[in-house]
Structures are given as C-alpha cells and as structure tokens.
Nanobody
Framework: QVQLVESGGGLVQPGGSLRLSCAASGSVFSFNAMYWYRQAPGKQREYVARIGPGETRNYADSVKGRFTISRDNAKNTGYLQMNSLTPEDTAVYYC?????????WGKGTLVTIAS
C-alpha cells in the first residue's frame, strides 16, 4: 500500500530554518508532481509549493524567496527547505503527491515558530 509520510517538523525560533521531508513508501512506479500545503490554527489549508516531475518549481507568494522545494526521485522523497521563518509560518504542513497516477496525502507534520 502506498503511503506518504512527512517528517522534520518542530519548534524553531523566528529567523530559523527547518527542512521537511515527505517520503513515499510502498510500490511506487510513477512519481509525478508533489505539493506542500499548510494549515494554520483556525485557517483553511493553503498551497505552499509545487515541484513537477521535471523539477519545475512554483511557490506561493508568501514563501517565495524563503522556501525551496526539491525532490529525490531515486528515493521517492520530496523536501521543503524553509528559511527565515516567522510566526506566521506556524502550521501543520502536509505533502501531496501523485503516485502511480493517484493522489495521496500525508498526515502532516507540525511546524511551530516561536521564541
């Protein structure tokens, strides 16, 4: 059974950095686009970034220049490098990927930015 599992969340001070990972497990023969979303307390889930199979990257305006999405196709894993973090980045971060021509979601990893 194919699954996505996020990791790397935690508590960081403002201005700090974190690197999130999203690993696909199970029998994966097609790893297409991957997305990161986030949901802050009391808010709707919002788009953060996308990376295509050809590594075309897109970002929400709120994270552009601070976050970098990447992928390792050999490991069926995606990453989100987050720099210059602010309290407004506090949220549960979810990855979404098209694997074997189906969409999968991870369960999320909590990122808290506080001093």
């Amino acid at each position: 059974q194919v699954q996505l599992v996020e990791s790397g969340g935690g508590l960081v001070q403002p201005g700090g950095s974190l690197r999130l990972s999203c690993a696909a497990s199970g029998s994966v023969f097609s790893f297409n686009a991957m997305y990161w979303y986030r949901q802050a307390p009391g808010k709707q889930r919002e788009y953060v970034a996308r990376i295509g199979p050809g590594e075309t990257r897109n970002y929400a305006d709120s994270v552009k220049g601070r976050f970098t999405i990447s992928r390792d196709n050999a490991k069926n894993t995606g990453y989100l490098q987050m720099n210059s973090l602010t309290p407004e980045d506090t949220a549960v971060y979810y990855c979404n990927a098209n694997l074997n021509y189906r969409d999968y979601w991870g369960k999320g990893t909590l990122v808290t930015i506080a001093s």
